[in-house]
């Protein structure tokens, strides 16, 4: 059974920092690896979505890598600012299904 | 374009009590999904559809039933509500199996 681990549960940087979020799985046999954001009493949103066969995406000040072999994907936020904090949460997706880590809480302090 | 829509907002129910949440994407979308989040947890599947007219379980149905009777709308019904089913419940849809997934504002439901 496929299981999705994200450490820290918490983490609090000074702006300005680069930082790098953690997500580990059990099972290489994926789809996809997605990363998504959430804010306090909202839905999710999307941030990058890495193909099984790749090794990275990047969006703007993010960038996400994969390593199918390791079970481990990061999640880099350079120059992190006070906008950025919420939970950031990953999830593979296998046989129609995403099975989702717990969420890292980040919090960008002025 | 409103995307992926959840009604109603918050809601709080007896035990026993029944109830029907409803979900609407307009990007015609051919999957849907439902999820339940809990404190501490990530979200967790209960049901899914990969068309109109089709409904599957996921990892958490049970207490569960849905309905896909139309493309752009995904219900979850909830016959006797239980405590355990107290958490905030998520509609998603996607084009397909491994594209971005399109999330509602959630749902949040009490069972006292």
């Known amino acids: 059974k496929q299981e999705v681990t994200q450490i820290p549960a918490a983490l609090s940087v000074p702006e300005g920092e680069n930082l790098v979020l953690n997500c580990s799985f059990t099972?290489?046999?994926?789809?996809?690896l997605q990363w998504f954001r959430q804010d306090p009493g909202k839905g999710l949103t999307s941030l990058l979505l890495i193909q099984s066969s790749q090794r990275e995406q990047t969006s703007g000040r993010l960038n996400a890598s994969l390593d199918k072999s390791s079970g481990r994907s990061t999640l880099y936020i350079a120059a992190s600012q006070p906008g950025d904090s919420a939970t950031y949460l990953c999830?593979?997706?296998?046989?129609?299904?995403?099975?989702w880590g717990a969420g890292t809480k980040l919090i960008i302090k002025p | 374009n409103a995307g992926v829509t959840q009604t109603p907002k918050f809601r709080v129910l007896k035990t026993g009590q029944s109830m029907t949440l409803l979900c609407a994407q307009d990007?015609?979308?051919?999957?849907m999904y439902w999820y339940r989040q809990d404190p501490g947890m990530g979200l967790r599947l209960i049901h899914y559809?990969?068309?109109?007219?089709?409904?599957a379980k996921g990892e958490v149905p049970d207490g569960y039933n849905v309905s896909r009777l139309k493309k752009q709308n995904f219900l979850l019904g909830l016959e006797s509500a239980a405590p355990s089913q107290t958490s905030v419940y998520f509609c998603?849809?996607?084009?397909?199996?491994?594209?971005?997934?399109?999330f509602g504002p959630g749902t949040r439901l009490t069972v006292t």
């Open positions: 998603a849809s996607s084009y397909s199996t491994g594209t971005e997934q399109y």
């Open positions: 099972d290489s046999a994926i789809y996809n």
């Open positions: 559809s990969v068309g109109e007219g089709t409904t």
């Open positions: 990007m015609n979308h051919e999957y």
């Open positions: 999830a593979v997706e296998g046989n129609y299904q995403l099975i």
